[in-house]
Nanobody
Framework: QVQLVEAGGGLVQPGGSLRLSCAAS????????MDWYRQAPGKQRELVAG???????NYPDSVKGRFTISRDNAKNTVYLQMNSLKPEDTAVYLC?????????????WGQGTQVTVSS
């Protein structure tokens, strides 16, 4: 069974930091690109960070300079370090694992972890 389990969410004040983790099992982790998405009520799910199997990263302008994605293949875990948090960062953060082959795309999602930024 493939499982992605997010952890590290919670309540934080504006300007604070959180580190999210996503532990994967049931996949050959090193083959997968890993992404973090977020979804707030009434809003479309958006990509907030991605990292390839080789470690290349990408971020949208909304989080660039504040969020950092990293991976530890030995632990089958991807992280999202979030600094300088703003109320608009409040959302459920979801982990995604993606492996694109020439004949099939493998795509898995975690359940998500709630991040609330409020004073």
């Amino acid at each position: 069974q493939v499982q992605l389990v997010e952890a590290g969410g919670g309540l934080v004040q504006p300007g604070g930091s959180l580190r999210l983790s996503c532990a994967a099992s049931g996949i050959i982790f090193s083959r997968y690109a890993m992404d973090w998405y977020r979804q707030a009520p009434g809003k479309q799910r958006e990509l907030v960070a991605g990292i390839t199997d080789f470690g290349s990263t990408n971020y949208p302008d909304s989080v660039k300079g504040r969020f950092t994605i990293s991976r530890d293949n030995a632990k089958n875990t991807v992280y999202l370090q979030m600094n300088s948090l703003k109320p608009e960062d409040t959302a459920v953060y979801l982990c995604n694992a993606r492996w694109v082959t020439s004949f099939y795309t493998y795509d898995y999602w975690g359940q998500g972890t709630q991040v609330t930024v409020s004073s």
